[in-house]
């Protein structure tokens, strides 16, 4: 199964930036596509997830699957995210058992949201 | 366009919650249900919407659409949610131009993730 994670590039994530400075969404996106994207795995820049208030976030989707969205997310997050990723691409509806989820997934979701149709 | 407005219906919104009593998330199930629904809205209650830190959530969806998911509703909210998914079900994107989105969708926004494909 191809998932996709959404990335914003444009989150702020609550810091003052300064002019010239890439804001902390441009950075973890940067931070993920770094190295080659896991198997299954597509990253995609989004502009605004409407998540400001608790940024960084991301989002993973595929069809026919639950969606997550995840905040206060960082560059340092980078690794984390892409297993995390990898472990949704794994599954055939999205929910990665919670034992096997990663960290920063137990403890810093924003929402899910039932596969649509 | 028939669109699915999710409803989380075990949300406490961080309330205590006496026994026999309805959960925040029920009591907002039970206003939005108590008059039936506008015209291409498909009203569906789910288990954890996993905004419990923001709840009580719901979330718009449609094939297609953008998806977007909103915090800290409550029962008395019910008409502007109703209002608000109704104008969501009138656009091809999902994308409600935000002098026409109701007051509640644009300053409870938790997330919106782009269509899924």
Same mark, same amino acid.
């Given at each position: 199964?191809?998932?996709?994670?959404?990335?914003?590039?444009?989150?702020?994530?609550?810091?003052?930036?300064?002019?010239?400075?890439?804001?902390?969404? #441009?950075?973890?996106?940067? /931070?993920?596509? !770094?190295?080659? &994207?896991?198997?299954?795995?597509? =990253? *995609? +820049?989004?502009?605004?997830?409407?998540?400001?208030?608790?940024?960084?976030?991301?989002?993973?989707?595929?069809?026919?699957?639950?969606?997550?969205?995840?905040?206060?997310?960082?560059?340092?997050? #980078?690794?984390?995210?892409? /297993?995390?990723? !990898?472990?949704? &691409?794994?599954?055939?509806?999205? =929910? *990665? +058992?919670?034992?096997?989820?990663?960290?920063?997934?137990?403890?810093?979701?924003?929402?899910?949201?039932?596969?649509?149709?």
């Amino acid at each position: 199964m191809t998932v996709t994670l959404h990335v914003c590039i444009t989150c702020r994530a609550g810091q003052p930036v300064l002019e010239g400075e890439a804001v902390p969404g #441009a950075r973890l996106h940067a /931070a993920l596509t !770094a190295e080659p &994207a896991p198997e299954g795995v597509r =990253i *995609v +820049p989004v502009e605004c997830l409407s998540a400001c208030s608790n940024g960084a976030a991301v989002a993973l989707s595929a069809p026919g699957c639950w969606t997550y969205v995840y905040g206060q997310m960082s560059d340092a997050d #980078a690794p984390e995210i892409l /297993a995390g990723a !990898a472990a949704y &691409a794994a599954t055939t509806d999205g =929910i *990665v +058992p919670w034992r096997e989820r990663v960290q920063i997934f137990r403890k810093r979701s924003l929402a899910r949201i039932p596969p649509i149709g």
